[in-house]
T-cell receptor
């Protein structure tokens, strides 16, 4: 079956520091990969995605590259702000329609950015 | 605003009571899902639907029923609430494989 493993938090950073959150996956098919962000008290928002090997997803200064050879999709941001404090989830779904487009999530990584 | 609407936002139930969590989307999305989020356990799939009239079980379906009579609505029914069902429930919809999901703002359920 499919699974996603991401680094446990919390990750505490100072403003303007570099952020990286590791994510690796196991999939039986050829998945699409996603990063979602959850701000306190809110639902999940799609942050970025990639659908094939070597694709780079990017949004709001965040980037992640689909690495098939290492089955990884690490999230990075060069200079974090206090407003980036949130929980980040890595997820995957099979591209095969018969798989039902189900999302499999990692456990989430809480990020706290201090001024 | 277009999106996924969940009601209610908060609910307290007594053990053994039943209730329905409502979910509606206005984006004509084909796929819809229900997840529960528990502390330290991430999100787990309860039930999902690949179109009107078609539903299937996810990872943790016991104690829950769903139906999808229209494209827009995907209600989640708790048959006989148990304290183990205390959680935050999220509904989500997607237009297709590889496109990601749009999530609702969640229902926080407490069973006492």
């Amino acid at each position: 079956g499919n699974s996603v493993t991401q680094m446990e938090g919390p990750v505490t950073l100072s403003e303007e520091a570099f952020l990286t959150i590791n994510c690796t996956y196991t999939a039986t098919g050829y998945p699409s990969l996603f990063w979602y962000v959850q701000y306190p008290g809110e639902g999940l928002q799609l942050l970025l995605k990639a659908t094939k090997a070597d694709d780079k997803g990017s949004n709001k200064g965040f980037e992640a590259t689909y690495r098939k050879e290492t089955t990884s999709f690490h999230l990075e941001k060069g200079s974090v702000q206090v407003s980036d404090s949130a929980v980040y989830f890595c997820a995957l779904s099979d591209l095969i329609k018969a798989a039902g487009n189900k999302l499999t999530f990692g456990g989430g990584t809480r990020v706290l950015v201090k001024p | 605003n277009a999106g996924v609407t969940q009601t209610p936002k908060f609910q307290v139930l007594k053990t053994g009571q039943s209730m329905t969590l409502q979910c509606a989307q206005d984006m004509n999305h084909e796929y819809m899902s229900w997840y529960r989020q528990d502390p330290g356990m991430g999100l787990r799939l309860i039930h999902y639907s690949v179109g009107a009239g078609i539903t299937d079980q996810g990872e943790v379906p016991n104690g829950y029923n769903v139906s999808r009579s229209t494209t827009e609505d995907f209600p989640l029914r708790l048959l006989s609430a148990a304290p183990s069902q205390t959680s935050v429930y999220f509904c989500a919809s997607s237009s297709g494989t590889g496109r990601g999901y749009t999530f609702g703002s969640g229902t926080r359920l407490t069973v006492v």
